[in-house]
């Protein structure tokens, strides 16, 4: 599916460069044929790095310089193929409404195009390197009809552990999570993009995370792409509780905790998310927390009487503009806080992102301390 979706979105920016900025050049057509050729190299880039240097398809095995190059290209072609759309569609009257003065229109154009060329390469490098920055600390108070006295849980999502990520930098991210001392510690999915023999030293650091309760976890999408019963095994060593379609009561039992496998399991012939399995048996009176690594779950998790579902996968959303359109893959869900029906769903901008596309750009990464209050206290 994803592969499909590259596939498709680079022929929509190979197309949208070269009919909005290749095309009306006032050159030979031969050099419109070479600008092209760079144009489709970018525009197809996991295509092309996987093809020639092979590795995975999420990590293709090239130079680091190679791959963090490619990535500033590539995001810069998605964000100048926006801005050059949006363009377009607001100069389509005038195309028609001043026919005389197209010539002018013309220079006005491309005026604007070598503008958008300048600027949205600088814009992207800022926002690559927003993207390796260690998470904040963003404080969210949630308040649960169900819930008898306040708990606080320290929420860590889609760390992807690489080659780029290394023990360092968990290590600080351990740190800053262990100072909230929470009740419990959540961590909802995607860890790493690698296999346990490449990377296990990297998130070696988790077995340090304290809190009152414990620490609990479900796998995310990428995990499926890394090996994900090694990992269960290497992280459940390092004291995490990985819930698969099951739940627990931490603590004194006042909340039910409750997770859920990825949508992805089932490409590894593994059991699919099932939320009313993760819930056979837990207590009614008390508030259902569910971890599920994807947000668009939480329809079904409305259905199911889940009280508050917390969610990572999107990132944010990594960008404004292109928040929207990851919303509208993720059941309408990118950042912050919704309520569906009587189910609150929390989704994080994230502790850190896939380095394959290494974007923020108002969306910074966080460790999100959540505090879970009764509903009549402020």
């Avoid at 900025?21 to 050099?31: C, D, G, Q, Y």
């Avoid at 690698?194 to 796998?219: C, H, I, K, M």
């Avoid at 309408?332 to 989704?347: D, F, K, P, S």
Wanted: proline share 6%.
């Amino acid at each position: 599916m994803f592969m499909k979706g590259t596939i498709l979105l680079g022929s929509l920016l190979f197309l949208i460069i070269g009919s909005s900025m290749i095309l009306p050049l006032r050159t030979r057509w031969w050099w419109k044929m070479l600008l092209c050729i760079p144009v489709g190299l970018v525009a197809f880039k996991f295509q092309v790095l996987y093809g020639i240097w092979g590795g995975h398809f999420f990590r293709p095995a090239v130079p680091m310089w190679l791959e963090l190059g490619s990535n500033w290209l590539y995001m810069s072609l998605m964000l100048l193929a926006a801005w050059l759309l949006v363009w377009e569609i607001l100069c389509l009257p005038l195309w028609f409404i001043c026919r005389k003065q197209r010539g002018t229109l013309r220079r006005f154009h491309n005026g604007f195009n070598l503008i958008f060329l300048l600027g949205v390469p600088t814009l992207i490098a800022w926002g690559m390197h927003q993207a390796f920055a260690q998470p904040q600390v963003r404080e969210v108070c949630i308040h649960l009809p169900e819930l008898q006295q306040p708990v606080r849980l320290a929420m860590l999502t889609d760390l992807h552990a690489d080659r780029h990520k290394q023990a360092p930098f968990f290590r600080e991210i351990v740190a800053r999570t262990n100072a909230l001392q929470a009740d419990a510690i959540v961590i909802t999915g995607d860890f790493e993009d690698g296999t346990v023999n490449e990377l296990a030293p990297a998130l070696l650091p988790l077995r340090d995370l304290r809190s009152r309760w414990g620490t609990f976890a479900v796998d995310g999408n990428h995990d499926y792409f890394s090996g994900h019963e090694a990992w269960q095994r290497y992280l459940s060593g390092l004291g995490i509780r990985f819930l698969n379609n099951e739940h627990v009561l931490p603590g004194a039992g006042h909340i039910v905790l409750a997770g859920v496998t990825d949508p992805a399991a089932e490409r590894d012939n593994c059991p699919p998310p099932n939320i009313h399995q993760a819930l056979a048996g837990a207590p009614v009176n008390k508030p259902i927390i569910l971890l599920c690594h994807q947000p668009k779950l939480a329809h079904q998790a409305a259905q199911a009487g889940v009280s508050l579902q917390l969610s990572g996968h999107t990132h944010g959303g990594h960008a404004p503009g292109l928040r929207q359109l990851i919303a509208m893959f993720n059941g309408g869900l990118a950042r912050e806080l919704y309520r569906i029906g009587n189910t609150q769903v929390y989704v994080s901008n994230g502790t850190s992102l896939w380095s394959g596309f290494p974007l923020r750009l108002f969306t910074p990464a966080e460790i999100t301390l959540i505090h879970l209050l009764p509903a009549n206290e402020r």
